[in-house]
Every structure is written in C-alpha cells, then in structure tokens.
C-alpha cells in the first residue's frame, strides 16, 4: 500500500497529493495518510487490501474526492480525527466491515457518497465522544442502504 505517516520516520509537509493510483491485494491499508494536513486524496481505486481501502486521520482541511474502495477486509473510507475535510462523491462497496467510517471529527462534510453492500453498516459515524457528536459535520445527498446512527442523518435520499 501507500503509506504517509510519521510511524515510518517521515517528516510530512502540508498537501499532499495523492491521485490515480490502483492498490490492491496490500496486507494492511490501500493507502495510508496520517497527520497530513491540507492532504488531497483523488481518483484511487482501493480493492481487496488487508484492512482499510483508505485510512485518513489526523489530517484536518484534507479532501477525499472520487475514491472508489471495494471488497476490503476491514472498511472501505475511514475518516478519525481530520476536522473540516471534504469527503466528497466517494464509492465505498462490498467491505467486509463498513462503507465510510467517522470517528473524532467534527466540521466535515461528507457528500454525494455512494455505499452498498458492506458487511455491518454502508455508512457509519461514531457517537461515543459527547464533545464530538456526529450531528457536528454536514452530510449531503448521500446513497446507502444502511446507516448508523441514521439514514436521515447522513441525508440518505
């Protein structure tokens, strides 16, 4: 996979561009971000990895723009920690666990997502934080057929 992460010795600047890549078959995420913030992360296809198609988090102002995931073991979008981000027409299908999964983050919009087919939830944002409810981002005409803790929430049309 493509890893951006201090954990391997980097030292990261600010926006990076990830773009038209095709990861498939890695043994633990697709691609990796990692306390990068103002990263962009575009037209990836993330298939069949070992945990997460894309795993982003502590990267606040980053964008995640037409990324398509699919048949990962573990999910297929995961947005932690990476206030005021735009997670935008994204494709999270067949994951073996969930579509897009949020968790610490707040000011984020999340838009024209499509999620189907994922083994617990196709959209799904965490609420165990009271100072980080999930009602504290924007979600938009979003497409899915389960979501947690609701389809009105996520705007599911």
């Known amino acids: 996979g493509i890893t951006l992460s201090p954990e391997n010795g980097m030292e990261l600047d600010l926006q990076h561009h ?3 890549n095709h990861v498939t078959g890695a043994q633990g995420d697709g691609i990796r971000v990692g306390n990068a913030p103002g990263s962009r992360l575009d037209h990836n296809v993330c298939e069949n990895n070992g945990l997460d198609g894309i795993y982003l988090a502590g990267s606040p102002n980053c964008t995640a723009a037409q990324n ?3 048949f ?4 297929g979008i995961e947005v932690g920690n990476s206030p005021a981000c735009v997670v935008t027409e994204n494709e999270a ?4 666990e969930m579509g897009i999964y949020v968790w610490g ?3 984020t919009t999340f838009e024209l997502t499509k999620a189907a087919g994922n083994g ?6 965490a ?16 497409q899915a057929g389960t979501a947690y803790p609701s389809l009105a929430l996520w705007d599911v049309n």
């Open 127 to 142: 609420n165990w934080d009271l100072d980080i409810p999930p009602t504290c981002n924007t979600y938009l005409m979003n």
């Open 18 to 20: 990830i773009h038209h």
């Open 72 to 75: 990962n073991r573990r999910l």
């Open 68 to 70: 398509q995931t699919s």
């Open 93 to 96: 299908n067949n994951n073996v």
């Open 105 to 107: 983050t707040c000011r």
């Open 120 to 125: 617990l939830w196709d959209l799904f944002v």
